[in-house]
């Protein structure tokens, strides 16, 4: 089992075929996840492409996630929470200005994912919209969100299957509100 400390990243290749268990080995803790196609890394995940084809804001188990160029990237096999965001945007350096208020330094998905991406010569302004696993987006009637914390207990995992060889980036996510006010670590397991 690989750790992701609190508020950091890792990135990796991944095989058609092989597994990917990302587990919340403490609870209410998010991560983010893109994909890119580790033949051509203009190929990468989609929220919109995942969302058209899956018929679902909430993507989970028996769902894919999609490329792109309209490809199926990774399966779902396995969800025990159930509650996935992909909706929102990485947080970055501009979300603690914007949304907390906050002009200081503070470390961000964004820059966790592009940091560790660097190896494969993926850029900051290639990194999309992220899978945000164990993330409690709520939408009211009226369209309006709010980050809840996640309902991810300890030992919570999400199962997934590379439909291609990928190349992948994870989180143990650095925005406050995202996981109940505090940080944790994210495992990974590769099958």
């Given at each position: 089992m690989e750790i992701i400390k609190k508020q950091t990243g890792a990135a990796f290749t991944l095989k058609k075929g092989q597994k990917?268990?990302?587990?919340?080995?403490?609870?209410e803790q998010v991560s983010d996840m893109v994909l890119f196609n580790?033949?051509?890394t203009r190929e990468k995940i989609s929220s919109g492409k995942t969302l058209d084809f899956e018929e679902n804001i909430l993507i989970t188990?028996?769902?894919?996630?999609?490329?792109?160029?309209?490809?199926?990237?990774?399966?779902?096999?396995?969800?025990?929470?159930?509650?996935?965001?992909?909706?929102l945007a990485p947080c970055s350096p501009e979300t603690?200005?914007?949304?907390?208020?906050?002009?200081?330094?503070?470390?961000?998905?964004?820059?966790?994912?592009?940091?560790n991406l660097e190896k494969f010569n993926i850029q900051p302004d290639d990194v999309p919209t992220a899978f945000n696993i164990f993330m409690?987006?709520?939408?009211?009637?009226?369209g309006k969100l709010s980050v809840e914390p996640p309902l991810s207990k300890a030992g919570d995992y999400v199962l997934f299957e590379a439909q291609m060889d990928l190349i992948v980036a994870l989180t143990a996510c650095s925005a406050e509100d995202s996981n109940g006010g505090s940080f944790k670590p994210i495992h990974y397991e590769i099958f």
């Open positions: 990917l268990k990302v587990v919340d080995p403490q609870g580790a033949e051509d188990k028996g769902n894919f996630l999609w490329s792109n160029r309209s490809r199926k990237m990774m399966e779902i096999l396995e969800d025990t929470n159930g509650r996935n965001d992909f909706l603690f200005q914007i949304m907390y208020n906050n002009p200081e330094y503070h470390p961000s998905c964004f820059e966790n994912l592009y940091t409690n987006v709520q939408f009211a009637a009226d």
